[in-house]
């Protein structure tokens, strides 16, 4: 079974950072790209940083200048970076995972259950 799991999620002041961490186990064909998201109460799920196989980035406008994605593809692993913190970044950050677990199968969303990032002094 293909598991993604999130860790490193906590409460840290503003202006801090943290750093995000994702594993995709069980085997996998091919991923294609891995990607955080964050959903605040009462806001929908919205896309904070992509990386493809090829390692492009892609981040929300929010996120350009203070978060940096990464990836292990040789260990299945994802990271996220976070600096100079805000309130607004309070959320619920969830790991995404688009990849393939076999040849017959298609590409599909695999999805971690959540860690919570809360700034707040």
């Known amino acids: 079974q293909a598991q993604v799991v999130e860790s490193g999620g906590g409460l840290v002041q503003p202006g801090g950072s943290l750093r995000l961490s994702c594993a995709a186990s069980g085997s996998w064909l091919s991923i294609e790209r891995m990607s955080w998201f964050r959903q605040s109460p009462g806001k929908e799920r919205e896309l904070v940083a992509t990386?493809?196989?090829?390692?492009?980035?892609n981040y929300a406008d929010s996120a350009k200048g203070r978060f940096a994605i990464s990836r292990d593809s040789a260990k299945n692993t994802l990271s996220l970076q976070m600096n100079s913190l805000k309130p607004e970044d309070t959320a619920v950050y969830y790991c995404n995972v688009v990849g393939r677990r076999t040849t017959w199968s298609l590409p599909r969303d695999y999805w971690g259950q959540g860690t919570q990032v809360t700034v707040s002094s």
């Open positions: 990386i493809t196989a090829s390692g492009d980035t």
